[in-house]
């Protein structure tokens, strides 16, 4: 085999020789389009366009009719009402295609809106409106075009319709409605001046009351744009076609119009970069092509690139049409789509009428009518503006969706430990204040103190089995009380991890997949008390899957080796509770907890420390470490920093210290503070992660047991750390950061 034959088949060999890419799927359509409507738009649509364009005549029905007889108009609708049924993907590359193929590309646009209008009545759902309309709107008899906005603020509606027995009366006027001067047919909406819902009416252009402004526009000129002025419009009660909620209807339409809007502007776009090409070929100058020009080459390679890369963004929207599930009111990739294709056009448009020079400003050629037309484009389908607004705050919200799943589900797990906790505190028969503190929060009933001794002997069974590797065939039954039920969960959970299946189930699975070398009947048994315990979700398709918010603690990093540690400490302190002797496990925020809090020190908040970049950065550097977790967090600290010497002794000038809180009671604490403010250098900080206890009174209650079975103190005084901080001469005190769900925040003071 060469090595060129090698390459490809390494590069090649993960495709599925089977599966039609959508590259293919596309061409095939473009193909379709081109076989049977090519000559209707270069016969019928196109003569006349220079024309209409000059005399801003709008397009002649008769097109529509034509195009109804043809099956353009009905190519994506449903075939139960004449229409072929193609999905969206196809008929966007439909609409490029005629776009493309028409010397004025609004036509294709006008086609769609009458089509999404049509999609529009049928989603009524209203037989009255269906018999009416859609039949002659598939034919092209009728043209429908909707009227919605009416300011800058797309909710702002002063067009209103008041009630009046089985009528409606309708008053106001559409601003802006493309095609206004010649459809029929117009779904606009309005506000209920009682209500104030916004409802959607079937309004014809005959109504008396009803009339059409022409609007004088830039461009666009064969788009027919006009105002719908309404005086008074009586209409019988079946003429509404959503009541309460049409502003969702409303972003379902215009979910699809940004998309396809979009595709219009891809089929112009390459027929005006061939247009271009074309018309540069036959020029010269000093005797050599303009064509051959490295700068003309570079502009034409924009060209390309900026029509490819809208390409992208459409194409992917078309796609995401077809996935299920997807938000039927707002779609991120149509409305990033829309915006991307418009900027690319108009910055396509400023290339080619430098490429073109005098002849760009002339209407007589066509680049100037493009650059008009694709101007259009910044407003309509929601201005970019408005489209970036909308963008951002939908990745606002999503994100902090995100943050607040992830914390609800590590929030849910914690309330597993502390169930776990309080089942071992009611089981002490002489509990310290801090366990009798614990039991009574989570105030046991009957059902959860009967066999406890027994369920706790189970639970550490269990995972004494699971950590050497003998995975019982099956789970023991799990307890009867609410409190029990919820402590078990706990060592169902650390055996879930232990053996891969919390992480198995990151793409979600059927129970054998799940399973996987795992007994079936065990793996099943597991599956059952952790989607009770809110950790695992059964999916409608029979798959289960972790909930969303637990992924970022299963993925591995410093996060998932914190959460690990947090269930480690859970159970060995537990245990120790249990039998009375010293635990295995470090203070909370140390040990294997530390990673994710020098993580978050290191990547998320050192730039709010003032000076400690410069500290960090001087040669003779240092750190120190006073963590009493063996070494743990001197490991962190050295894998963040690995340029810096991490010292577990204190020493003089240094430039950070670490120093967690977590066990050491008012004088301890005011001791360590002292000793390591006096090892910082001028300008050196001192960060202390701090437990910061939950607000729930279980919660509260264990971080104190907690921390009195780790051999601290159960609590500080409410002012201690400030009053520590303070006496050893520090200042900028501040709180750096905090996470609730791992109930720790860091806290820095600094040496002056």
């Known amino acids: 085999m060469t090595g060129r034959r090698h390459a490809t088949d390494v590069m090649d060999r993960h495709i599925d020789a089977d599966r039609v890419l959508l590259e293919a799927e596309v061409e095939q359509v473009r193909r379709e389009a081109r076989r049977r409507f090519a000559a209707f738009v270069l016969d019928h649509a196109n003569p006349g366009t220079v024309f209409r364009n000059r005399q801003k005549q709008p397009l002649d029905p008769e097109l529509f009719r034509q195009a109804g007889e043809l099956g353009l108009i009905g190519f994506s609708l449903p075939t139960e009402v004449g229409g ?24 294709a646009v006008l086609i769609d809106i009458t089509v999404e209008i049509t999609e529009l009545i049928l989603s009524s759902g ?257 201005s970019q503006e408005l489209l970036l607004i909308q963008l951002g705050q939908r990745t606002i919200v999503g994100l902090e969706g995100d943050r607040v799943r992830e914390e609800a589900a590590e929030r849910a797990v914690a309330k597993l430990c502390d169930a776990w906790w309080a089942l071992h505190a009611a089981a002490l028969p002489a509990p310290s204040p801090a366990a009798a503190a614990v039991t009574a929060a989570a105030k046991p009933t009957e059902a959860d103190l009967d066999g406890l001794p027994a369920l706790l002997d ?46 198995r189930l990151l793409e979600p699975a059927t129970l054998s997949e799940a399973a996987d070398e795992l007994p079936k009947a065990f793996t099943e048994g597991v599956l059952e008390v952790l989607t009770g315990a809110g950790l695992v979700r059964l999916r409608p398709d029979g798959r289960y899957a972790t909930e969303a918010g637990l992924e970022r603690v299963l993925i591995g990093g410093p996060r998932s080796t914190s959460f690990a540690a947090r269930l480690d400490r859970a159970v060995s302190g537990a245990a120790a509770l249990r039998a009375g002797t010293p635990p295995e ?110 607000k729930r009174p279980l919660g509260a209650a264990v971080a104190s047991l907690d921390s009195e079975v780790s051999g601290g103190a159960a609590a500080l005084a409410a002012d201690a750390l400030d009053t520590a901080l303070r006496a050893a001469g520090l200042a900028h005190l501040r709180t750096l950061w905090e996470e609730p769900s791992l109930g720790i925040r860091l806290v820095a003071a600094r040496r002056p």
């Open 84 to 107: 072929e049924g193609r999905d969206k993907l196809a008929w966007g590359v439909v609409v490029e295609e005629l776009a493309r193929l028409s010397l004025d590309p609004n036509f």
């Open 126 to 382: 209203k037989p009255e409106l269906i018999d009416r309309y859609v039949a002659d709107l598939v034919a092209g008899r009728r043209f429908g075009v909707q009227g919605a906005y009416e300011s800058r603020d797309p909710y702002d509606y002063r067009s209103t319709a008041r009630q009046e027995g089985d009528e409606w009366v309708l008053n106001g006027a559409k601003r802006f409605v493309a095609g206004a001067r010649f459809a029929d047919l117009f779904i606009l909406f309005l506000r209920d001046e009682t209500s104030n819902d916004m409802l959607a009416f079937a309004v014809e252009k005959d109504d008396p009351g009803v009339s059409a402004v022409h609007l004088e526009t830039m461009g666009l000129h064969v788009m027919g744009l006009g105002q719908v002025l309404l005086h008074e419009v009586r209409l019988p009660h079946w003429r509404l076609v959503w009541r309460a909620d049409a502003l969702s209807e409303l972003n379902t339409y215009a979910r699809i119009r940004r998309t396809v809007t979009a595709c219009g502007v891809l089929g112009e776009l390459e027929g005006m970069i061939a247009a271009n090409v074309e018309a540069l070929a036959p020029r010269r100058r000093t005797g050599r092509r303009v064509l051959d020009y490295p700068n003309v080459e570079r502009s034409i390679g924009e060209l390309r690139t900026l029509l490819q890369t809208a390409r992208a963004t459409v194409y992917r929207a078309l796609d995401h049409t077809r996935a299920p599930g997807r938000d039927p009111y707002f779609d991120e990739y149509a409305t990033v789509a829309k915006y991307h294709a418009s900027e690319c056009a108009v910055r396509a448009g400023e290339l080619l009428m430098t490429l073109q020079g005098g002849e760009s400003y002339m209407a007589d050629f066509p680049w100037e009518r493009f650059m008009r037309d694709v101007l259009g484009l910044l407003g309509g389908q929601g």
């Open 458 to 503: 189970r639970a550490h069974q269990l995972l004494a089995e699971v950590r050497a590797g003998r995975v019982p065939e099956q789970l023991p039954p799990p307890p009867a009380g609410k409190l029990a039920r919820a402590g078990w969960a706990l060592p169902v959970c650390v055996a879930a991890l232990a053996t891969g299946l919390l992480t």
């Open 585 to 694: 496990h470090a203070p909370a925020g140390t040990g294997g907890e530390a990673p994710a809090l020098v993580d978050a020190l290191v990547n998320t908040v050192l730039g709010r420390l003032e000076g400690l970049s410069e500290q960090l950065a001087r040669p003779d550097a240092r750190i120190g470490c006073l963590a009493r977790d063996g070494g743990a967090s001197a490991a962190a600290l050295s894998r963040q920093l690995p340029h810096l010497p991490v010292l577990t002794t204190l020493a003089d000038d240094l430039a950070l210290t670490w120093l967690p809180t977590a066990g050491l009671d008012d004088a301890a604490l005011q001791a360590a503070v002292t000793t390591a403010a006096g090892s910082l250098t001028a300008g050196g900080w001192l960060v202390l992660p701090v437990v910061q206890p939950p």
